[in-house]
C-alpha cells in the first residue's frame, strides 16, 4: 500500500470504506457547486477523475438524465463503493466506472465534453502528466474543472490560484477561469480550463 497517499489519497479496507461514507456527505458541496459550474447540457459525456465513494457522479446523473458519465479512481474499494451507489445507473449504461490512474487514462483523444476532478489532485504522483492526460481527452472546447480546498498549507498550497492557472495554460488549455465559493467554513477553488 502506498504510504505516500494515506487512506484519502488510496481508500482501502474497512478504514478506506468508513472514509468513503464521510466523503460522502463532508464534499456534497464541493460536488454541487462543481457540477454547477460545468454546465451540464443534454446528451454530454462526461468524465471524472478520481470519484471517491461516486456522490458527484450520481448528482450528475441526476441532474440530466441524458449525460453518460464515465469515472476513473485507481482505489478498487472506492469502485466498489461507487458501484454500489450508482446501481441503477450503472445498469442502464449511464455511468461507467472503471479503475485507473489520473497520469495514464485509457481513453481516445477528444473522447469527453465535461472532465472534471474533485479533491483530488494533490495525490496524483505527476500533476503536469495528470493535466495533460485531461487536455488529451476533452474535446476542443470542452470544459475541465479541478476544484481544490482553498488553504495556505500543504499539500493545498501548491495548487493556489495562480500556480494552477499556470499549470493548466502549461497542459495546453487556451484560457481558464477562477471560481471561488466564498464560504469561510468550507473554502473552495475550481479553476475551469477551457480547451
Ligand atoms: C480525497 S478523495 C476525494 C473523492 C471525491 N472526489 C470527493 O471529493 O469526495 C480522493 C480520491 O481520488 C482517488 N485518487 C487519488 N489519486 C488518484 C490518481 N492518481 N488516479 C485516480 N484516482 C486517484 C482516490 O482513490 C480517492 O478516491
Redesign the pocket.
Known amino acids: 500500500m502506498n504510504d505516500r497517499?494515506g487512506q484519502?489519497?488510496?481508500?482501502h479496507g474497512l478504514v478506506g470504506r468508513m472514509l468513503g461514507g464521510v466523503?460522502?456527505w463532508?464534499?456534497r458541496p464541493?460536488?454541487e457547486w462543481t457540477l454547477s459550474l460545468l454546465d451540464i447540457r443534454d446528451n454530454e459525456q462526461m468524465l471524472?477523475?478520481?470519484?471517491?465513494?461516486g456522490?458527484?457522479i450520481r448528482l450528475a446523473s441526476q441532474l440530466n438524465a441524458s449525460v453518460r458519465i464515465t469515472g476513473?479512481?485507481?482505489?478498487p474499494e472506492?469502485l466498489a463503493a461507487a458501484e454500489r451507489l450508482n446501481h441503477d445507473a450503472v445498469a442502464e449504461g449511464r455511468v461507467r466506472l472503471t479503475l485507473?490512474?489520473?497520469?495514464h487514462l485509457q481513453f481516445a483523444d477528444n473522447s469527453f465534453d465535461k472532465v472534471y476532478?474533485?479533491?483530488?489532485i494533490y495525490?496524483?504522483?505527476a500533476p503536469a502528466r495528470?493535466l495533460s492526460e485531461l487536455y488529451r481527452v476533452v474535446k476542443r472546447g470542452g470544459l475541465v474543472a479541478i476544484t481544490v480546498r482553498d488553504k495556505e498549507r500543504p499539500p493545498y498550497d501548491a495548487f493556489r490560484p495562480e500556480k494552477l492557472t499556470n499549470s493548466l495554460i502549461e497542459a495546453g488549455f487556451s484560457s481558464v477561469a477562477i471560481n471561488r465559493n466564498d464560504v469561510p467554513s468550507h473554502p473552495l477553488i475550481c479553476a475551469v480550463g477551457t480547451k
Open positions: 497517499l484519502p489519497g488510496l481508500p466523503m460522502r463532508h464534499n464541493d460536488n471524472e477523475v478520481g470519484f471517491g465513494p456522490a458527484a476513473v479512481d485507481h482505489s472506492m485507473g490512474s489520473a497520469d476532478s474533485i479533491n483530488c495525490f496524483w504522483p495528470g
